[in-house]
């Protein structure tokens, strides 16, 4: 099969490394794999997918013109009725948008910490009930970006300065909610009708400096010299049976709840009275060898060229037709279930 993997081109030249990891992967599944790596431009994008003509395109765009470039370039490719990977515009902007992906997930009754927003076109607001201490983050940027140190806070002034400076510096709304004390964990879920979730990878965050919050900020993911980056690590851990199985049945429960489609890695933390809280679902999820994903699908036995060709799967398997049920219980479709409801009537009018 020919497979296209889309990627950002960022401005100095660099992309994504699990581009690489992902195109290795795919060869050693016996396809022929091309690179687009597009810049903000659109006609590099409908250009180079339609010299390639690829069987699947595999989408790994972050950042194409803006935080809404993957619900664009997933809209675009749509157009261009080419299958792709990962989640459709409107799943994707499900993703994107923290608070309707709250919403929906209170409504399907699972846990979320209290939130509200305070949006940049809006007067402020004091946040309502919310319990300190709170997490202020941005609502629509991934990836811990403007989630430092200080995005803790433990008072209302300390909560209207950190979502003024988001409103200012990132140039989002504020998403404000309440930190969860307790333990991190990171569920993969790979499938669509039957999706699997792997086993947990929980966030280690023993080897943070005194008195930090044990919180994954953009430091602990990005700035490998950072004491936050090298005091965090994801670890395989023992957990018993049924806090295994609660953990992975949210998660699920999570992706269904919010229509993903193919793969996803979900954040929850664990409180001290053992519940658990979806703190966010990540469609299209970082595909690196070394990501939690990859790490909980090893876990799980799957290694990583299979789990990156099974991905591949997935996607063509949701573009085949389903097959025409012929044990005459669903057949209503069908011209001959169709015959029969006229013969039914004209019977009903003799």
């Not at 180079?48 to 972050?62: E, Q, S, T, Y």
């Not at 398997?317 to 409801?341: I, Q, T, V, Y």
Request: hydrophobic share 40%; glycine share 10%; charged share 30%.
């Amino acid at each position: 099969m020919k497979i296209t993997i889309v990627a950002d081109l960022y401005e100095d030249g660099s992309y994504d490394p699990a581009v690489d990891d992902v195109a290795g992967a795919l060869e050693q599944g016996g396809h022929k794999v091309s690179r687009l790596l597009v810049p903000d431009e659109l006609k590099a994008l409908t250009a180079g997918l339609a010299r390639r003509k690829p069987d699947l395109v595999f989408h790994m765009i972050n950042d194409f013109g803006g935080e809404s470039g993957v619900i664009a370039t997933a809209a675009l490719i749509d157009a261009m009725k080419i299958p792709y990977t990962g989640g459709g515009p409107g799943e994707l902007y499900i993703r994107g948008n923290k608070s309707l992906a709250k919403k929906i997930l209170a409504y399907e009754k699972l846990n979320c910490p209290d939130f509200a927003v305070f949006s940049r076109d809006a007067s402020l607001e004091t946040g309502g009930n919310l319990r300190m201490p709170l997490i202020v983050k941005p609502l629509e940027r991934d990836g811990s970006v403007g989630i430092g140190a200080n995005a803790l806070v433990h008072s209302v002034p300390e909560m209207m300065e950190r979502v003024l400076t988001i409103h200012r510096d990132v140039k989002d709304s504020a998403l404000v909610e309440e930190y969860i004390e307790g333990r991190e964990f990171f569920i993969g879920v790979l499938g669509n009708r039957e999706p699997v979730a792997f086993p947990p990878i929980e966030m280690d965050f023993s080897g943070l400096p005194d008195g930090a919050p044990h919180v994954l900020d953009y430091k602990a993911k990005w700035e490998k010299g950072s004491a936050e980056y090298k005091g965090t690590k994801a670890v395989l851990p023992e957990l018993p049976a049924d806090l295994t199985a609660r953990l992975q049945k949210a998660a699920t429960d999570a992706c269904r709840a919010l229509l993903v489609r193919d793969y996803a890695r979900v954040d929850l933390r664990l409180s001290s009275a053992q519940d658990i809280y979806v703190i966010e679902v990540n469609a299209n999820c970082d595909l690196e060898k070394s990501s939690e994903f990859a790490t909980g699908a090893k876990a799980a036995g799957i290694d990583y060229p299979t789990l990156i060709n099974r991905i591949a799967d997935l996607a063509i398997e949701r573009r085949r037709p389903e097959p025409m049920r012929l044990d005459g219980g669903a057949d209503s479709g069908s011209s001959g279930g169709r015959r029969k409801k006229k013969e039914k009537a004209a019977a009903a009018g003799e």
